[in-house]
């Protein structure tokens, strides 16, 4: 249902930077704004929080967290997601292994917004590319098996907006804070360093800190619900 992010060369980042404000908002059919580390993890987290009530004309919007392999074919994300006419978010995961078809699966809905969720990735201690999707400290998923994951997957953290090829700029406005990676299976947490950062025409990224951002559209959504 997803494509899941590839970063691509430095000259395509820094034309997404110099973009007009608006312009091209909805040419594509996924527009992200967010970061990526740029080695391999072990897990990543972040408290996500959505900052307005979406406005979704087609497709998806959502805000999440996750690893996914060099060909963006394989990955688990777990975060906040909207469609049409939602004036909340559902928090979800989402789970790709190495040649299947990915699976969504809702964990919880209706989170209002202004509502603060940690979400996590993590590689299983001791069991080598089997991950596992966490909220707020609890597991919400089955360890699944990622085959070639382990050591070798990047992380994401980013917003995204999915229109379906329609030309729809959807809105959004999602907070990422208190961001950290996992350098061992298990955990070992330590904070974001070594990333590279993105957004698409229509589309920003506001770095606070090292480890807090806020990704959204250029245009405004509504501030609540």
């Known amino acids: 249902m997803r494509r899941l992010l590839l970063l691509c060369a430095a000259a395509a980042a820094a034309f997404a930077f110099a973009a007009p404000a608006y312009a091209g908002c909805g040419s594509s059919a996924y527009e992200y704004a967010g970061v990526q580390t740029r080695h391999a993890v072990h897990g990543v987290s972040a408290a996500i929080t959505a900052l307005s009530v979406p406005e979704v004309k087609d497709g998806h919007v959502a805000g999440w967290v996750g690893v ?16 049409p006419g939602y004036r909340t978010n559902e928090a979800y995961v989402e789970v790709a292994p190495p040649n299947r078809d990915p699976r969504y699966i809702i964990v919880r809905s209706a989170v209002p917004v202004g509502e603060r969720h940690r979400f996590a990735v993590l590689e299983v201690a001791h069991r080598p590319g089997w991950w596992r999707a966490w909220l707020d400290g609890s597991p919400v998923s089955r360890p699944v ?14 917003a995204e907006s999915y229109n379906d090829n329609s030309g729809a700029c959807n809105l959004y406005a999602y907070s990422f804070g208190g961001v950290v990676l996992a350098s061992a299976p298990g955990g070992i947490w330590r904070q974001l ?20 951002f806020v990704a959204s559209s250029l245009a405004a959504p509504r501030t609540n619900a």
């Open 68 to 83: 996914a392999s060099k060909n963006g074919q394989a990955w688990i994300q777990i975060g906040l997601s909207a469609s």
């Open 193 to 212: 360093d070594a990333v590279s950062t993105f957004q698409d025409p229509g589309y920003r990224l506001v770095r606070r800190s090292r480890s807090e």
């Open 145 to 158: 098996l990622l085959t070639g994951s382990d050591g070798r997957w990047n992380a994401q953290v980013t």
